[in-house]
């Protein structure tokens, strides 16, 4: 029996899920140790946020430009946009698991209010929607690379793909405005 990606989407979602999300706790929760990474200098850590900002606005940018491709019919487009998405998202979390993995995350600065009132809740729905976001992402994408895109229109990928892109959105939105709190209103 021969077993192959395309029979296997589901089954190797979880395990990229599964694989994802551990580096991701690993980093969060410091399991990962800071001398296993090479320390960049201070100016390169200090310049990770600013960079994602702008990845996160570039990402928005494209997710969108993905979504309007494909409601005109152009796959070719929306391929292409999507897998530039995907890119710069991996860019987004290396950067920031790394930043994190060598000096933790980063406290809010701002009135206790404002962290307890505003700043949590924001992160807090951030982070949830990245989580759920990433074995709905590993699923489109999996689909879309083992299938000819004239299947797709007949697998779970277009619904699927709308609640991803749309959560994905969000949470890249509000990744920005987390950003905003921290490092320009306070």
């Known amino acids: 029996m021969e077993l192959r990606a395309r029979d296997r989407v589901p089954e190797l979602t979880g395990l990229l899920t599964v694989v994802a999300l551990a580096l991701v706790f690993g980093a969060v929760l410091g ?16 310049a990770i946020p600013h960079v994602n900002a702008v990845v996160s606005v570039l990402a928005i940018a494209i997710i969108l430009a993905g979504w ?10 929306h391929r292409t946009a999507m897998i530039a998405g995907l890119v710069l998202f991996a860019t987004f979390l290396a ?4 930043r994190v993995s060598l000096e933790g995350p980063s406290g809010f600065p701002g009135p ?36 000819p895109a004239g299947e797709l229109s007949g697998t779970n990928h277009p619904r699927v ?11 890249f939105a509000l990744g920005t405005v987390v950003y905003l709190l921290l490092y320009v209103l306070y």
């Open 31 to 46: 399991w990962i140790p800071e001398r296993a990474l090479p320390r960049a200098p201070e100016w390169v850590l200090a």
């Open 68 to 77: 309007r491709a494909i409601r005109n019919g152009n796959v070719a487009r």
């Open 95 to 98: 950067l920031y698991l790394y």
């Open 112 to 147: 206790a209010a404002v962290e307890q009132f505003v700043y949590f809740p924001i992160l807090g729905i951030h982070m949830l929607l990245a989580i759920v976001c990433i074995p709905l992402l590993f699923y489109v994408l999996l689909l879309a690379l083992t299938r």
């Open 161 to 171: 793909g709308r609640v991803a892109a749309t959560l994905w959105l969000v949470s």
